[in-house]
């Protein structure tokens, strides 16, 4: 009957699937696998190897085991390759190379040279971050593995405050061992009390019968001593009476005997010091705290190095100082002075043998390092630096230099130590020894006479025809001679010889070695160069801004005269242009004096007469120096060069004005409005006329104003102000809202409605006014600002808080809102907020000067005070700032530095600022100057926080 296969059973994935190679079937049950001739195939080569896998070990064939046994030396041979010097090559390594068989060509050695500077650039360049991290790595091996030497140190140290009653009540130490064997448990004794033993001995009498009470436990009524037996009568009175306290004084005898017998020698000198063997304790500091076995290892591969290559002097150096390190100086010394013996000419073992070695005997090591290498010149100079007599030292350097002639650093140490006229011969010989040393011509030329100086430095030249120091220094000479002329035609041919000996003149250079002559006092020599370098390499359309670079770069450096011969050169190729002009009056305002300002802006004017700002300057240098007449006199030809010019007016106004000249200014606004009307020209007639108490004349010329000029809108606000002045509001109001009407987009015009509002007590009007401004006016900080002010004044903390978010959010980096959101916080918050106002407004004086503040406030005056310094220096026209730093110098500062801000603030004078308009732009202050407008606004200032 035929078997039937049910589908459903899933056949075995191996069935009918080759074996893989090399599988024995129940290898894994102990079977053994054989081979058949299938297997191997009809044929072998003899180069085959036999495959006997599958044999018993003992009927392996005899080739399989020569084979096998084979390729067990081959590896042992591997593992134990020779390491010996005789067996390595400098480029095959040990045991020879793959390619050792072919030649060796140059090409080859070229290659290996450049891999080798490869990887040593690279190693040099992570050898410091290598160097880092490998002592990183052992600060923290340390740190987390401490030696018990490292732990007790602390311990050690605190010794030197122990006393010496706390010292002698220390306990002996005794013998602690096999305790448990001497001191049985069942043998422990207890001592009896003294007070015990007394009691018994003050006992007198008999005790013969038991107590009655006691006579159940056996005992007696009076407490018998130890050893004694129960029933036995002790006649207590017999006892000898002990004094416990000559004890004590009797034992403390014996043991200053006894110390006293320890502490002094035969001789009778102290052998242990009592008082000073704490002091020593705290001397004996290990001077090697790394680990022992590190030193041990490092000791042995030294000697190694040694060893193996005894001519090598960096392993006798090592090997020194790292006895030297572990404190062992005396074998340090021996071992270099070994090294000495084996590297006889090496200069650094003879050095650091010197080094090493006691003063006195130093003298002899050097000594005989000299006789070996007379040519070093450093052993030569460290001989003359142990010697400490002027006279040895001399002596050495002359030594010195007959077998070194030639040594420049020789002759210089040896020039140092002889007074001048010596020097001045032994220079006279160094220069015929060494004539390519440019520094001795030079100090030879120094100590030489005017003639002989000349003849020097000409035969400096002629030995050294590419060196420029010879030629400055000849330059040098003839200034100090006064011979100026020769000064220029010496720079001129130098630049003339250093090109034809195909010298490349590098400017930059030049022009430091001008500003080297400004500071050694030759003016004309600095000139002369800037003069002759100065246009050398620049081309022809990148000069100018080239030149003020030079000329800033020099500022800053502090070489004023080299800057203006800059200037004054810049001027003579662009003598029309403007702008150097007016960098070059600048220059001469902060670093020259009045007198040069007035004669470069006399030659200013005299190029460029239509430059108004060079005219105004050479007037406002001659009204500063109290000179009104040749004020009005460039004044005047300033009219003639520029007829209708409107800054001229104004200052020619300003400068009758500021003189109680009112009426010759009322007569100059006249003309002016008659010849040259604009707007602000009105503008200054109605503060003249207003600042004089003429309000109808005011609103006259301001009617008159609007009529050609209604978009300007400071005659509206004049307007609204002097009206508000004489309390007519609602009249005020209407100028305001008409000036809003052709002007929207005046800021202030919009704060003088709302504050006019405001004062009124109209909060509602004052804030939707406010509301209407901004938007007219988007993203505008000073109209936020209001608002959140108005808040704040009207007690609506919570939304003016409100209110300063969204402003921060439309205008996230106006610095005036971060100014003021700093101090509406709480005092913990401050700081943060600050820290967010930095990084938002890196650069603004608000915020700055907000900083200054709340540093000012947690009383930290230093760091206040640089941040002030800050604030005005990155916007020294804000008067708040200026003001602040002079309330808080008088505060915490003293005269001087309060003298020093006001005058800071006298020459910037600033024009901007809450708190300085709110003063400077009061009628009643029209007149006050910059230096005594700066309390006024200082005392003003009332919550500084």
């Not at 020097?423 to 006479?449: F, G, N, Y």
């Amino acid at each position: 009957m035929a078997t039937q296969v049910n589908p459903n059973i899933k056949k075995k994935h191996f069935i009918g699937v080759p074996s893989p190679l090399g599988y024995v079937p129940g290898l894994g049950r102990g079977a053994t696998g054989f081979t058949t001739r299938s297997d191997i195939g009809p044929a072998r080569d003899a180069t085959d190897v036999v495959d006997d896998r599958h044999a018993p070990p003992g009927k392996r064939t005899f080739a399989a085991a020569h084979a096998a046994q084979k390729a067990k030396n081959q590896e042992e041979e591997e593992e134990e390759e020779d390491l010996n010097d005789s067996n390595y090559d400098e480029f095959a390594g040990y045991g020879g190379s793959l390619f050792a068989s072919g030649p060796y060509e140059k090409d080859d050695e070229e290659a290996d040279a450049i891999y080798e500077a490869i990887d040593k650039r690279m190693d040099e360049k992570r050898k410091e971050r290598r160097e880092q991290r490998e002592r990183e790595e052992i600060m923290k091996y340390r740190q987390e593995r401490p030696k018990i030497q490292q732990q007790f140190v602390d311990l050690k140290r605190k010794l030197s405050d122990v006393s010496d009653d706390m010292w002698n009540s220390i306990p002996e130490v005794g013998d602690a061992r096999n305790k448990r064997q001497r001191n049985p448990r069942h043998e422990k004794l207890t001592p009896v009390p003294d007070t015990f033993l007394a009691k018994a001995a003050m006992s007198t009498g008999h005790v013969n019968a038991l107590d009655p009470r006691q006579q159940h436990m056996g005992g007696f009524t009076t407490p018998y001593p130890g050893g004694m037996t129960p029933g036995v009568s002790t006649p207590w009175g017999a006892a000898t009476e002990v004094d416990w306290r000559k004890i004590g004084e009797a034992r403390n005898t014996l043991m200053d005997i006894k110390l006293n017998q320890v502490s002094d020698s035969v001789s009778g000198q102290t052998v242990v010091d009592p008082k000073g063997y704490l002091t020593d304790l705290q001397s004996m500091i290990p001077q090697y705290g790394g680990d022992i076995s590190d030193v041990k290892k490092a000791r042995l591969l030294l000697k190694s190095v040694r060893d193996t290559n005894p001519n090598h002097p960096p392993a006798w150096i090592a090997s020194a100082r790292l006895e030297e390190v572990t404190g062992k100086v005396q074998a340090a010394r021996n071992i270099i002075m070994k090294g000495t013996e084996v590297c006889q000419k090496s200069e650094d073992v003879w050095l650091e043998a010197i080094r090493l070695q006691p003063t006195d005997i130093g003298r002899a090591v050097v000594t005989q390092a000299v006789r070996q290498i007379s040519g070093s010149v450093r052993l030569w100079i460290k001989a003359a630096e142990i010697e400490e007599e002027m006279r040895a030292k001399k002596r050495i350097f002359r030594k010195a230099l007959e077998h070194i002639p030639n040594s420049v650093r020789l002759w210089k140490a040896a020039v140092e130590l002889e007074e001048p006229e010596d020097a001045r011969i032994m220079l006279s010989r160094a220069v015929e020894c060494c004539p390519q040393s440019v520094e001795l011509w030079l100090a030879l030329a120094k100590l030489e006479t005017y003639e002989n100086a000349r003849k020097v430095l000409n035969k400096a030249r002629e030995n050294i025809p590419t060196d420029r120091q010879i030629w400055i220094t000849a330059a040098k000479l003839e200034e100090a001679q006064k011979n100026n002329d020769n000064v220029n035609r010496i720079v001129d041919r130098a630049l003339q010889s250093l090109r034809s000996n195909m010298v490349e003149i590098n400017r930059e250079q030049w022009i430091e070695d001008a500003e080297e002559c400004e500071k050694a006092g030759s003016i004309i020599t600095c000139q002369s160069i800037i003069r002759a370098v100065i246009g050398v390499g620049v081309e022809e359309e990148d000069r100018k801004h080239t030149w003020m670079e030079d000329a800033e770069s020099s500022t800053t450096h502090g070489a004023i005269e080299c800057a203006r011969a800059i200037y004054a050169h810049a001027l003579t190729v662009f003598p029309s242009k403007k702008s150097i002009w007016q960098r070059a009056a600048y220059f001469e305002k902060n670093h020259g004096t009045r007198e040069q300002l007035e004669a470069l802006l006399q030659r200013a004017v005299a190029h460029c007469p239509k430059a108004e700002v060079l005219w105004l300057m050479g007037a406002k240098s001659k009204w500063l120096a109290g000179d009104v007449p040749a004020a009005r006199k460039i004044l005047s030809l300033a009219f003639q060069a520029n007829p209708n010019s409107e800054e001229i007016w104004l200052a020619a106004v300003k400068l009758e004005s500021e003189n109680n000249e009112d009426e010759r200014a009322r007569r100059l606004l006249a003309k002016a409005r008659a010849s040259a009307p604009t707007a602000r020209v009105f503008m200054k007639s109605v503060k003249l006329e207003w600042v004089l108490k003429e309000t109808e004349k005011a609103k006259d010329l301001i009617d008159e104003g609007l009529k050609h000029y209604s978009d300007f809108p400071k005659l509206w606000m004049m307007r609204g102000q002097i009206l508000e002045q004489e309390g007519r509001t609602d009249a005020a109001r209407e100028a305001y809202n008409q000036g809003l009407k052709k002007c929207p987009h005046s800021i202030s015009l919009w704060l003088l409605l709302s504050q006019l509002e405001e004062k009124l007590c109209n909060i509602t009007k004052a804030r939707a006014i406010l509301e209407k401004s901004r938007l007219k006016n988007p993203q505008c900080a000073e109209l936020w600002l209001e608002s959140v002010r108005l808040e704040w004044r009207a007690s609506n903390r919570q939304i003016a808080q409100s209110l300063m978010a969204r402003a921060l959010q439309e205008c996230p980096t106006a610095g005036r809102l971060w100014a003021e959101a700093i101090f509406m916080e709480a005092r913990p918050q401050r700081k943060t907020k600050s820290v967010d106002a930095l990084k938002r407004c890196e650069h603004d004086a608000h915020v700055l000067l907000a900083v200054a503040r709340l540093f000012w406030s947690e009383r930290k005056v230093n760091k206040s005070r640089e941040w002030f310094n800050r604030a005005v220096k990155i916007d020294p026209d804000q008067g708040d700032a200026w003001a602040y730093f002079y309330k808080f110098e008088t505060q915490h500062g003293t005269e001087e530095q309060q003298q020093e801000v006001k005058k800071r603030c006298n020459q910037a004078e600033p024009h901007h600022g809450e708190l300085w308009c709110e003063l400077s732009k009061d009628i009643k202050n029209w007149r006050t100057k910059t230096d005594e407008l700066l309390p006024m606004v200082a005392n003003n200032i009332k919550n500084m926080f």
